[in-house]
């Protein structure tokens, strides 16, 4: 299966700030999900994002507060923009295939 | 919508069996997935069960009927470190669906 490489791992960042997340793949895959786990509580898919096309948004979820990019089929990334400590979660990315497998996670606390 | 439920918190001995049930609703259908997460982690892909039936892997199974919406893992020879959260998800067309997940505590 494929291996992921997220980081940063975790980060402390100020509000009003963005952040954003990376996605590295070790293999060409042609879906990358993001999920949010607040803390406490199961996964929630954010977006799927295919490379040459727009991301695509779950309901909640606009692409001005979480802007994705996907620019070729082993990479993409999650900003999270202008942050409130609501945001404070862990971030995770996923790719498409049996099995799913994540990222080892973005542990984000806004202060 | 989408609906996936199974027990928010499970206690068990350790040596002991523990079965984890979910229950689903959805729109489609292509595979129950089982997950494990130990606290601070990503979870870890355990199981797959895309047909009727019982899947097995060492100390852990799955048992999956598409007609009743009804999957379980079950943990034999519990030990401590299976101490994490279990999640359910169901692999709809081009995504998964999470359930809430089971916080399973392993006791001496």
């Known amino acids: 299966s494929a291996v992921i490489s997220q980081k940063p791992s975790r980060d402390i960042c100020q509000r009003g700030t963005s952040l954003t997340i990376q996605c590295q793949v070790d293999?060409?895959?042609?879906?990358m999900f993001w999920y949010r786990q607040q803390p406490g509580q199961s996964l929630t898919l954010i977006a799927t994002?295919?490379?040459?096309?727009?991301?695509?948004?779950e309901s909640g979820f606009v692409i001005d507060k979480f802007p994705i990019s996907r620019p070729n089929l082993t990479f993409s990334t999650l900003t999270v923009s202008n942050m409130s400590p609501e945001d404070s979660s862990i971030y995770l990315c996923?790719?498409?295939?049996?099995?799913?497998?994540f990222g080892s996670g973005t542990r984000l606390t806004v202060v | 919508g989408q609906n996936i439920d199974q027990p928010t918190e499970m206690t068990a001995t350790e040596g002991a069996i523990v079965q984890i049930n979910c229950t689903y609703q959805?729109?489609?259908?292509?595979?129950l997935f089982w997950y494990q997460q130990h606290a601070g982690e990503a979870p870890t892909f355990l199981s797959y069960?895309?047909?009727?039936g019982l899947e097995e892997k060492g100390r852990f199974s799955s048992f999956l009927s598409r007609s009743k919406g009804y999957s379980y893992l079950l943990l034999k020879e519990l030990q401590m470190k299976d101490s994490a959260s279990y999640l359910c998800?169901?692999?709809?067309?081009?995504?998964?669906?999470f359930g809430a997940g089971t916080r399973l505590t392993v006791k001496p």
């Open positions: 293999s060409q895959v042609t879906m």
């Open positions: 994002a295919n490379q040459g096309s727009e991301a695509t948004y």
């Open positions: 959805t729109s489609g259908f292509n595979g």
């Open positions: 996923s790719v498409g295939e049996r099995g799913y497998t």
């Open positions: 069960n895309v047909l009727d």
């Open positions: 998800a169901v692999g709809l067309e081009n995504d998964m669906r």
